[in-house]
């Protein structure tokens, strides 16, 4: 049985730590560069993983070194790959991360090589979907996303999703989702406000059992039946915000696994989230349960 099973686009991130933007038509170097495993749902899984929970991931991967490395990654945080697929046709996809020393803030470009491979249903396995508690999507591969919902919904899992912009079936998903956890783009966006108490009644109208919004420094909003609630983000020396939402959606599932009322939940994310900003990357600053929780007591103590 897994906690969670994710399906949604990997990557390889190559991560450049620039103290100075550069402008176009010049040359600078990096203080800082690192490669890790990407993509926000693979972050959430391996975070899911460092804080004990069973993953499994469903994708496809390149026959290439940066495949392999993928691979490797997720093998060596205990996350399972046996549903992945390995693509000798097409090469794994790259994303290119500036981030700006000063503010922690990046700039991402990816070189999505799968998106014209998508994974199509017959690719995913059932065995894994019929064994999990959670399953966790992006919203890609329309077709093989909606038959993994059905299969995991069979089973009595509930469905999470990282909403960060509007895709063309955003609207079929929102109606089948237990936990949208969206972004403030797609808060301004798809639902239409800037005010994220209006976009959470929004959220709340699709009959989801609970919804977040993510406003990055500025903290997240959520709203179940008990109430709308806000979390700040805490405060704590920032190098680089790569993958922080990523890393909230992995801590928020993991609260969901232990059953936990929404504000804890919520500062538990907040919690991991702040301390993955500390390092240079999307995962290398993910931090294990006992990080979080000593964090956690010295907030409190502070107060
Ligand atoms: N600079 C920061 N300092 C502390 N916590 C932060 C910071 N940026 C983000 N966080 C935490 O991470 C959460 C998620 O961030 P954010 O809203 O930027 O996610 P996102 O829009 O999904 O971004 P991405 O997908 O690029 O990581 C925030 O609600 C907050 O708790
Ligand atoms: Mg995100």
Not at 12 to 35: A, G, M, N, Q
Not at 178 to 200: M, N, R, W
Not at 275 to 282: Q, S, Y
Request: aromatic share 8%.
């Amino acid at each position: 049985m897994f906690d969670c099973v994710g399906i949604g686009l990997n990557a390889v991130d190559f991560i450049c730590l620039l103290s100075k933007y550069p402008e176009i038509d010049s040359k600078t170097e990096s203080t800082d560069f690192s490669t890790q495993g990407g993509g926000p749902v693979p972050t959430a899984l391996v975070t899911l993983a460092r804080l004990g929970a069973k993953t499994s991931y469903i994708g496809i991967v390149g026959q290439d070194e940066n495949g392999k490395f993928l691979l490797d990654q997720f093998k060596k945080e205990g996350v399972d790959v046996s549903g992945v697929i390995i693509d000798k046709n097409c090469p794994t996809n790259q994303a290119f991360i500036w981030v700006d020393k000063e503010s922690g803030k990046k700039t991402v470009v990816l070189h999505n090589s799968t998106s014209n491979v998508p994974l199509l249903p017959d690719e995913i396995s059932e065995t894994h979907l019929r064994k999990t508690r959670f399953l966790h999507l992006d919203g890609r591969d329309a077709e093989a996303t909606l038959k993994a919902i059905r299969l995991a919904k069979r089973n009595g899992a509930d469905i999470v999703l990282d909403a960060g912009s509007v895709r063309s079936n955003t609207e079929e998903l929102l109606m089948q989702v237990d936990y949208p956890i969206v972004s403030e783009h797609f808060c301004q966006t798809y639902l239409e406000t800037t005010e994220a108490e209006k976009g959470l009644e929004k959220l709340y109208t699709y009959g989801v059992k609970a919804a977040i919004i993510t406003c990055g420094v500025k903290g997240s909003y959520g709203i179940d039946d008990t109430g709308v609630y806000y979390q700040p983000a805490y405060e704590v020396e920032v190098l680089d915000t790569t993958g922080a939402g990523d890393v909230y959606h992995g801590a928020f599932i993991y609260g969901l696994i232990k059953k936990w009322d929404l504000p804890r939940m919520m500062k538990f994310s907040a919690a991991a989230a702040a301390l993955k900003c500390k390092k240079l990357g999307g995962r290398s600053g993910i931090p294990r349960l006992d990080e979080i929780n000593l964090f956690l007591e010295e907030k409190e103590n502070v107060k």
